[in-house]
């Protein structure tokens, strides 16, 4: 089923960054599982993904990284919150990953995507510097973020996307010091909560004509 362009407006407009969660609603297990697959269908620069999503559901946990988010309640408040993790570096094995996972997927010969494995080699693996790779791997840690936003809207669900947080000490907490993966991004999800002053606010944005060019 689609939605009408009025709809789809609709459903962008009702979202915004949720301040205050009620704690006392839950996602529905099968609206959760929607929201999940959402992420791992999320598109990635050359279909490398180069992430993981960390969703952290133990309470005395998200009370311990709520101290390192500046005591933000959506951390512990929100039915779930999610980490969105970025890779620290990408290297053959990743390329190899991916070509062998488009074979069995799609069944081809790998020796069909030697084309294709070149082309990651020459681009991501040779030109690409550690900071370069590093930057461009949360690049597409934040594709999937508004992705997941989005899917969120369209069930109505509410989210907040966090950047107010201690990477570091989220890596350490999250035992991801020396893994291959980094924290990027955290966002909360729930149901806003009657209380939150912020639901009922018009959204601030700059006029369109201003925002989009055409040449």
């Not at 099968?30 to 993981?52: D, I, N, R, Y």
């Not at 997927?105 to 030697?114: C, E, I, V």
Request: glycine share 6%; net charge negative.
């Amino acid at each position: 089923m689609s939605l009408s362009p009025a709809e789809l407006l609709e459903v962008q407009r009702w979202r915004y960054a949720t301040k205050v969660f009620d704690p006392g609603r839950t996602i529905p297990p099968e609206t959760w599982e929607a929201l999940e697959e959402s992420l791992v269908l999320s598109a990635s620069s050359f279909g490398l993904q180069p992430w993981k999503f960390l969703v952290i559901d133990d309470p005395a946990l998200r009370a311990e990284l709520r101290v390192h988010s500046w005591n933000q309640g959506q951390i512990t408040d929100s039915s779930h919150l999610v980490v969105l993790l970025a890779k620290r570096r990408i290297d053959a094995a990743d390329v190899d990953r991916l070509i062998t996972t488009t074979a069995e997927t799609r069944g081809l010969d790998p020796a069909s995507l030697d084309g294709y494995r070149q082309l990651l080699e020459t681009t991501v693996l040779q030109g690409f510097s550690p900071e370069r790779a590093d930057q461009w791997a949360v690049n597409q840690v934040y594709i999937a973020l508004g992705n997941l936003l989005t899917s969120a809207a369209l069930l109505q669900v509410d989210t907040c996307p966090i950047e107010g947080f201690s990477p570091p000490d989220y890596d350490r907490i999250l035992g991801l010091e020396g893994s291959p993966y980094r924290t990027a991004v955290v966002v909360a999800l729930g149901y806003r909560s009657a209380d939150d002053k912020y639901a009922g606010l018009a959204k601030v944005r700059y006029p369109r004509q201003e925002l989009i060019e055409r040449r």
